[in-house]
Nanobody
Framework: VQLQASGGGTVQAGGSLRLSCTAS????????MSWFRQAPGKQRERVAL???????DYADSVKGRFTISRDNAKNMVYLQMNNLKPEDSAVYYC??????????????WGQGTQVTVSS
């Protein structure tokens, strides 16, 4: 599975951005798609995920502001980010996960896209 993220940039606080992630390769094996972010000096954290039947979950820090969605026909996942705050500044990564029946999970990562929110 190969992932290509795009859509990052610089925006003022209160603004919006939409990130896109294109998946290619063995996409049928993927059961969960997520967006993670990592700010300088901090651990990578998951901000949103989407599972089968479009079940979604969000980190508390982005609930009500971020929306994850996907287009299965295009093998794409999106992250709509509204009301951005300076603390949202980070490199955002697209993640795909395959979970085997044994519970073993294999993660695939995109290259990351920078989001900078100025105050």
């Amino acid at each position: 599975v190969q992932l290509q993220a795009s859509g990052g940039g610089t925006v003022q606080a209160g603004g919006s951005l939409r990130l896109s992630c294109t998946a290619s390769g063995s996409v049928l094996i993927i059961d969960t798609m997520s967006w993670f972010r990592q700010a300088p000096g901090k651990q990578r954290e998951r901000v949103a995920l989407i599972r089968s039947a479009d079940v979604t979950d969000y980190a508390d820090s982005v609930k009500g502001r971020f929306t994850i969605s996907r287009d299965n026909a295009k093998n794409m996942v999106y992250l709509q980010m509204n009301n951005l705050k300076p603390e949202d500044s980070a490199v955002y990564y697209c993640n795909a996960r395959r979970t085997y029946y044994t519970g073993l999970a294999v993660d695939y990562w995109g290259q990351g896209t920078q989001v900078t929110v100025s105050s």
